[in-house]
């Protein structure tokens, strides 16, 4: 009886003394991560649906066929000529939404559209819509989720930009424009033998300025073609 009297004492002692100690420790770490600063945290992926379109929709290019809404990272700024070719932020082909953004840049969602009778569809026109030091050389990020309900082969990736571009696809570089600076337009390069797996694709841009008044016209599009042009859908 007295050996359990003193166990009982000892379990009552822990209870009242270090269990309000580890409260607070607790409380004190819960504390400290609700003060960080969020502002920075990189938002969730956008994810759309990509399928082949009707055959109604075969004859032109909407909005609707063009990879539309992005989450985009920046500026980044460019220290060389060269920071194209080199890695910018750390792991850039696998960017994802958990990733904090860099000093000096941000996460922006942008759901972008054309809805001018002079303006060309497909257009992701992201000129003066970044916050933070644009007015120099400058890097950015483009980054989207694509779902696809079955495996998609002999796909072809269509691409413009008036900068520098780009693109992986589930990590994988499969397009690459590093000239000088030129219109917009879409489809003006082109890829063929990409895939896209059933399930999600993740899709990650970089751009990057090219001379002239840069900060003025940023601007790229993206879309997909089967093997016979037909286009796809984004839904």
Not at 33 to 57: T, W, Y
Not at 60 to 78: E, R
Not at 167 to 179: E, P, Q, T
């Amino acid at each position: 009886m007295k050996v359990w009297k003193s166990i009982c004492k000892t379990m009552k002692y822990a209870v009242s003394c270090i269990f309000p100690v580890l409260a607070c420790a607790l409380f004190c770490a819960c504390a400290s991560a609700g003060s960080e600063d969020d502002e920075d945290l990189a938002p969730e992926f956008e994810i759309s649906g990509i399928e082949l379109a009707p055959a109604r929709e075969q004859g032109f290019s909407d909005n609707s066929h063009f990879l539309m809404a992005w989450n985009i990272l920046g500026p980044v700024k460019a220290e060389t000529s060269g920071a194209f070719q080199a890695q910018s932020v750390p792991g850039e082909k696998d960017l994802n939404g958990s990733r904090r953004a860099p000093k000096g840049a941000r996460w922006h969602v942008i759901r972008f559209s054309s809805d001018g009778e002079e303006e060309l569809a497909g257009i992701a026109d992201f000129s003066g819509r970044i916050t933070g030091k644009t007015d120099r050389k400058s890097i950015f990020y483009a980054c989207a989720t694509l779902k696809a309900d079955s495996r998609m082969e002999n796909m072809i990736l269509k691409t413009g930009s008036c900068g520098k571009l780009r693109v992986w696809i589930n990590g994988v570089s499969v397009s690459d424009y590093g000239k000088e600076r030129r219109v917009c337009l879409p489809d003006t390069d082109s890829v063929e033998g990409i895939t896209l797996r059933k399930g999600l694709n993740r899709i990650v841009v970089k751009y990057m300025d090219n001379d002239g008044d840069y900060a003025k016209e940023r601007k790229f599009s993206l879309r997909f073609t089967d093997a016979l042009g037909r286009p796809c859908r984004i839904r």
